[in-house]
């Protein structure tokens, strides 16, 4: 359920409206769940919103927790 | 041809009305003024209810397919409703292996239509006749009243001709053949949708709508007769739907690698965005081939060398398999049925 | 596409595969729930459960809001449609949903209701200002994702006054649902709960937090991990599950900790808890009733309650006798179990909740997976 994805906050625009970009595509959306966010986060965006903000460090983290199952394979 | 109207056309604020399909002066005045002069050939400068055409050269067989055009909105990026029926039906011709002649075009016109829209639409139907080599040779308009229709259906057939010995049909593949992709999947139906109210990008993804039988001849000159077993155009339903067709039709099983087809970015993002899955998003401008595998690697590289087949790939193989299921190896690295499309695909959010 | 490509890697997949097939115990079976659609969407999509163990099995639980909708609740947007002559907006996934007398949202649409499909609730809003003279209900459905945009959108429509707009409110809640799987009488009557832990949902998640989760972990001694929605996500999660189970632990852990905290979405739980109240029960397709499990408008939202400004009634509507929907739901059976699957009730035509969205256990199994139940064929 939910389907929601990843994008990238490119312009704040009138009240809680945004730009936000996705592998090249520009959608507007509304960031009034994230009050938080500015240009250059990632925000998590369903039906039209942004429900929340995503972490890039803790990305990179488990990313990383990947790569150690990676290494523990070999 | 001397024309005794009364008034000129007004391009500009004109509308389509009920008298342009009765049969009148004003139908005979949009026929000769509008429809005769963009497509213009010999055949309907004769000006008859028909065209009487040359028959193909001995052996050839005659190729007819038909195809009726409604789409919403009538112009997208990337082209409109002409060049889509031209299109159309020119690519159905073409993926029996035949090379398209004349095409016959119908036109139900809703009563206010305007005429600067109806002038753009059949100009672009004759630019695609042209650029495929296809003449219009014969055609009827209607017009129903303001309600009953949705601006302008336009139903297209098309003849060819196909040469002795040539057999290419859905029913041909057998296991061991490859399966080959002409280009990138998906951008018709997301350039379509992406223009819809509420499911508007603001990145343009452009309809790949063309005709594709210069390619399909590019093709067939490349391999010897019978290396090409099937051809088809993976429009309404996608390439998923298009391969189960193949499958059920030749008692064949289809393994695809999921890697190997092509797409672009953005189409990718519009299709994850709308909860779309690409291999059921429609193409018009994509074939798909069953080829002998000894002749694949000469088949791609015509292929690639054809300004319409510049993506192309081998995306999968026919197996045996009396389940005549298509599966897929995913990117990454699961297995799972590519099955039939039920219902029409809807943007989801869940 | 940043943040999702990396998390759909083969290679990665593969090593994961490998670690959780080394350490799950080959001596026991395991067997996980996801409650999500997402995730068993994910699963079907990328074949992830071809990567796994034989002993590691995934059981489709009901956290689809599609499929869990219960018949009832769209004959009522059906009849504001047809009878009450509204302008139903909706999200595309309910319109093919089966509803009484062989129709569904699709079907009455072709009767001449005016149902008109919107991407965010925003948009029925819009329809509802451009159609002043005429009743505009959003029929409202989905988990705590989808409802905080309904709360915006019911706060904006109570800040501009508008007369003819209005919700039915079919929003449900995800703790509530996982709990009545657990306690659920079919359950008790096998005997034994045969679940050894779930995968928490990735987007609800990043909404009502990690901590509701806390108190039926401990409570039924099962562990959670909540998961993104990416097939790697999803196989590190297996793999955490596989560990507290060979541990012995049931503890609430989260792999999405890219998107969830602890906490949750303040500013989208204020705007849900303003707006919205429990409903003492409500029923879920294949689930039957289940207490407090779903919300309904505020007295103070009242004049944009669909049920009350239409004085619906709701009329629960029984599936198909021989449908194992329920039995699934709750992971007692699989859907090869079903007489129904595959024949009478198909994707195209489907009989009961698991089958109606691609989503559903049924529909996932019967498009995806049937490759299981039969040999592979080499490639």
């Known amino acids: 359920m939910c389907l929601a994805l990843p994008?990238?906050?490119?312009?704040?625009?009138?009240?809680?409206?945004?730009?936000?970009?996705?592998?090249?595509?520009?959608?507007?959306?509304?960031?009034?769940?994230?009050?938080?966010?500015?240009?250059?986060?990632?925000v998590v965006v369903h039906v039209g919103f942004a429900i929340g903000l995503l972490d890039p460090e803790e990305a990179a983290r488990t990313l990383a927790l990947f790569a150690e199952a990676a290494e523990a394979a070999r | 041809?001397?024309?005794?109207?009364?008034?000129?056309?007004?391009?500009?604020?004109?509308?389509?009305?009920?008298?342009?399909?009765?049969?009148?002066?004003?139908?005979?005045?949009?026929?000769?003024?509008?429809?005769?002069?963009?497509?213009?050939?010999?055949?309907?400068?004769?000006?008859?209810?028909?065209?009487?055409?040359?028959?193909?050269?001995?052996?050839?067989?005659?190729?007819?397919?038909?195809?009726?055009?409604?789409?919403?909105?009538?112009?997208?990026?990337?082209?409109?409703?002409?060049?889509?029926?031209?299109?159309?039906?020119?690519?159905?011709?073409?993926?029996?292996?035949?090379?398209?002649?004349?095409?016959?075009?119908?036109f139900i016109l809703e009563e206010g239509f305007a005429l600067a829209e109806l002038k753009t639409i059949v100009e672009s139907m004759a630019a695609a006749a042209r650029e495929a080599g296809v003449a219009i040779v014969t055609g009827d308009t209607k017009v129903v009243e303001r309600g009953k229709g949705d601006g302008v259906f336009i139903t297209t057939t098309g003849v060819g001709a196909l040469p002795p010995g040539r057999a290419i049909g859905g029913a041909n593949a057998r296991p061991g053949d490859v399966v080959l992709l002409s280009g990138t999947i998906g951008e018709h139906g997301v350039a379509v949708l992406s223009q819809r109210e509420s499911l508007e990008f603001e990145t343009r993804i452009v309809s790949d709508t063309a005709a594709l039988n210069g390619l399909v001849a590019a093709m067939l000159a490349a391999v010897p007769e019978g290396a090409v077993r099937t051809l088809r155009d993976p429009t309404r339903g996608g390439v998923a739907t298009t391969l189960n067709e193949i499958a059920r039709q030749s008692g064949v099983g289809l393994h695809l690698d999921e890697a190997a087809i092509p797409m672009q970015a953005q189409v990718a993002a519009a299709c994850e965005l709308l909860g779309l899955d690409p291999l059921y998003v429609a193409n018009e401008g994509k074939l798909l081939a069953v080829a002998a595998s000894e002749h694949a690697e000469a088949l791609l590289a015509a292929m690639r060398a054809h300004p319409r087949g510049r993506d192309a790939a081998i995306i999968g193989r026919v197996v045996a398999d009396e389940r005549r299921f298509v599966q897929m190896t995913t990117r990454l690295g699961g297995r799972r049925i590519v099955d039939w499309l039920s219902g029409e695909q809807l943007p989801r959010i869940c | 596409m940043k943040y999702v490509d990396e998390f759909r890697d083969g290679d990665t997949a593969r090593h994961l595969a490998e670690r959780i097939a080394a350490e799950a115990d080959p001596a026991r079976r395991y067997a996980f729930m996801e409650f999500c659609g997402g995730h068993t969407h994910a699963i079907a999509r990328y074949g992830v459960a071809s990567l796994l163990p034989a002993n590691v099995r995934m059981i489709h639980g009901p956290g689809c809001p599609v499929c869990v909708l219960?018949?009832?609740?769209?004959?009522?947007?059906?009849?504001?449609?047809?009878?009450?002559?509204?302008?139903?907006?909706?999200?595309?996934?309910?319109?093919?949903?089966?509803?009484?007398?062989?129709?569904?949202?699709?079907?009455?649409?072709?009767?001449?209701?005016?149902i008109r499909m919107v991407y965010s609730a925003a948009d029925a809003l819009k329809v509802a200002r451009q159609n002043p003279a005429r009743e505009v209900v959003f029929f409202a459905i989905g988990f705590e994702t989808t409802t905080p945009p309904t709360a915006l959108v019911l706060r904006q429509a109570a800040a501009e006054d508008l007369a003819n707009f209005s919700v039915l409110c079919c929003h449900v809640l995800t703790p509530a649902a996982i709990t009545h799987v657990l306690n659920s009488p079919e359950v008790a009557q096998w005997g034994t709960v045969p679940l050894d832990g779930f995968v928490g949902p990735a987007h609800v998640s990043i909404v009502i937090g990690s901590a509701p989760y806390e108190p039926f972990a401990a409570a039924y001694r099962k562990p959670v991990v909540i998961a993104g929605f990416e097939p790697l996500d999803m196989m590190q999660a297996i793999l955490m599950l596989v560990r507290q189970v060979n541990d012995g632990r049931a503890e609430v852990e989260n792999e999405f900790v890219r998107a969830v905290g602890r906490e949750g979405n303040a500013a989208a739980i204020a705007a849900m808890a303003e707006v919205f109240e429990h409903r003492e029960s409500f029923e879920w397709r294949g689930l039957g009733t289940v207490p407090d499990s779903a919300l309904r408008l505020r007295p103070a939202y009242a004049r944009f309650d669909a049920e009350q400004r239409f004085s619906l009634t709701y009329q629960p509507v029984p599936d198909h006798k021989r449908c194992e929907?329920?039995?699934?739901?709750?992971?007692?059976?699989?859907?090869?179990?079903?007489?129904?699957?595959?024949?009478?009730?198909?994707?195209?035509?489907?009989?009961?909740?698991?089958?109606?969205?691609?989503?559903g256990a049924c529909a996932a199994h019967y498009a995806y997976g049937r490759f299981k139940d039969i040999p592979v064929v080499a490639a």
């Not at chain 1, 592998?23 to 938080?36: E, F, H, T, Y």
């Not at chain 2, 067989?61 to 409703?81: E, K, N, Q, Y």
């Not at chain 3, 139903?88 to 009484?100: E, F, K, L, Q």
Request: hydrophobic share 40%; aromatic share 4%.
């Open chain 3, 70 to 114: 219960p018949i009832g609740r769209v004959d009522q947007a059906i009849a504001l449609a047809l009878q009450h002559g509204a302008i139903v907006c909706t999200y595309g996934d309910t319109m093919r949903v089966p509803a009484s007398g062989g129709l569904s949202l699709l079907k009455a649409k072709a009767r001449g209701g005016d």
């Open chain 3, 325 to 359: 929907c329920g039995a699934i739901l709750r992971g007692v059976k699989t859907p090869s179990d079903c007489s129904l699957f595959g024949t009478v009730c198909t994707p195209d035509n489907p009989m009961g909740s698991c089958m109606v969205s691609s989503e």
């Open chain 1, 7 to 42: 994008a990238l906050v490119v312009e704040r625009r009138d009240g809680d409206e945004a730009l936000v970009e996705l592998g090249g595509v520009r959608k507007s959306v509304s960031l009034a769940l994230v009050p938080a966010a500015a240009v250059g986060d990632y």
């Open chain 2, 1 to 106: 041809m001397k024309t005794d109207y009364q008034r000129p056309i007004d391009w500009r604020q004109g509308r389509v009305d009920l008298n342009h399909g009765a049969g009148g002066r004003a139908a005979a005045q949009l026929v000769d003024e509008l429809f005769a002069r963009a497509f213009d050939n010999e055949w309907l400068r004769q000006g008859d209810d028909g065209a009487a055409l040359p028959a193909p050269p001995p052996g050839h067989r005659l190729v007819m397919a038909t195809d009726g055009h409604v789409i919403s909105p009538l112009f997208f990026p990337g082209g409109d409703i002409g060049g889509l029926a031209v299109h159309g039906t020119v690519n159905d011709v073409a993926m029996l292996g035949a090379t398209p002649l004349y095409l016959a075009a119908s």
